[in-house]
T-cell receptor
C-alpha cells in the first residue's frame, strides 16, 4: 500500500510569484506519480504525470514537477502564478502493479493580486 | 481527448429514494472505471472499481447493496445510490482508465466533473 503526504494544506501566493507544492510518498514498490487540479465544484484535471524516464516532468498551464526517488518526493512548481491558478491541488500515487490511486489530502492555492 | 462526462451534475432527492449517476468516457474505451466520494474540503475516497462485464470491487467499508455499480459497456458505468439518506449527501466523482492510448500497460485515470448529491 502507498500513502501520500502533502505537506502544506494552504498556500497563499501573490500573482506572478513562484509557487511550490510539496508532496512526499511512501511505498514499498515502484510507483507512478500524478498531480491533479480541482477547481470549485468540478472534477479533477490531470496536470502532469511521471511514469518513467526523465525525472523532470512538464505539464499543462506551465506547471512542472520533479521526481526524486531518494527523497520519495514529487514536488510541483510553477515559476509565475496567475489568479486563475487558484484551486485545490492533489498529489496521487499508484503502484506499478495496481492501478488504484492514493490521494494526498490536497493543497489549497489562493493567488492574490 | 480523454474526456469523461457525468450526469447529472447535481441532484436533490428525498430521503428513501434511489438516485442513478452516469459516467461516460466520450472519446476512449474504458475497461475500468472508478467511483470516488469527496466530502467538503477533503480528499477523494475510492468507493469501488467498476470493470466492464463483471462485478464491481468495493473498498472496505463501502456497502455494495447501497451503492450499486453497473458497467454495461466500455464507455458507460452507473452508480445507483439506493434508499438514499442525508448522510449520503456528497460529491461523487467517477474516473475512467484510458488503457489503450498509453504506452505500456498502465492507463492514466481521467476524471468526470462530479455529481453533487443532496438528500433532504
Amino acid at each position: 500500500a502507498q500513502s501520500v503526504t502533502q505537506l502544506d494544506s494552504q498556500v497563499p501566493v501573490f500573482e506572478e510569484a513562484p509557487v511550490e507544492l510539496r508532496c512526499n510518498y511512501s511505498s514499498s514498490v515502484s510507483v507512478y506519480l500524478f498531480w491533479y487540479v480541482q477547481y470549485p465544484n468540478q472534477g479533477l484535471q490531470l496536470l502532469l504525470k511521471y511514469l518513467s524516464g526523465s525525472t523532470l516532468v512538464k505539464g499543462i498551464n506551465g506547471f512542472e514537477a520533479e521526481f526524486n526517488k531518494s527523497q520519495t518526493s514529487f514536488h510541483l512548481r510553477k515559476p509565475s502564478v496567475h489568479i486563475s491558478d487558484t484551486a485545490e491541488y492533489f498529489c496521487a500515487v499508484s503502484d506499478r502493479n495496481d492501478y488504484k490511486l492514493s490521494f494526498g489530502a490536497g493543497t489549497t492555492v489562493t493567488v492574490r493580486a | 481527448g480523454a474526456v469523461v462526462s457525468q450526469h447529472p451534475s447535481w441532484v436533490i432527492c428525498k430521503s428513501g429514494t434511489s438516485v442513478k449517476i452516469e459516467c461516460r468516457s466520450l472519446d476512449f474505451q474504458a475497461t475500468t472505471m472508478f467511483w470516488y466520494r469527496q466530502f467538503p474540503k477533503q480528499s477523494l475516497m475510492l468507493m469501488a472499481t467498476s470493470n466492464e462485464g463483471s462485478k464491481a470491487t468495493y473498498e472496505q467499508g463501502v456497502e455494495k447493496d447501497k451503492f450499486l455499480i453497473n458497467h454495461a459497456s466500455l464507455t458507460l458505468s452507473t452508480l445507483t445510490v439506493t434508499s438514499a439518506h442525508p448522510e449520503d449527501s456528497s460529491f461523487y466523482i467517477c474516473s475512467a482508465r484510458d488503457l489503450f492510448s498509453e504506452t505500456g500497460s498502465f492507463g492514466t485515470q481521467y476524471f468526470g466533473p462530479g455529481t453533487r448529491l443532496t438528500v433532504l
